[in-house]
């Protein structure tokens, strides 16, 4: 992104991962084939909301701190 001749990195997009089964929710992706649109905040998603590998809930995930993403996971 170019603002004022400054050219501007885009923020990392927080992404959440799931601990029971290592699965990493993010936000720019969504869960589609559960209902939830790509651009939603991992704060919108329904309490009721299920990790689509292992069936987890909202509660099972934390936050990952920016760049601790592993880049050998295939990302």
Request: glycine fraction near 14%; charge should be negative; charged fraction near 30%.
């Amino acid at each position: 992104m170019r603002i004022g001749g400054q050219v501007l990195e885009k923020p990392e997009t927080t992404r959440w991962f799931c601990e029971p089964c290592g699965f990493i929710y993010d936000p720019e992706e969504g869960d589609p084939d559960g209902g939830i649109a790509p651009g939603t905040p991992f704060e919108d998603i329904p309490d009721d909301w299920m990790c689509p590998i292992c069936g987890a809930t909202k509660a099972d995930f934390r936050e990952l701190e920016p760049g601790e993403f592993p880049e050998e996971w295939g990302r």
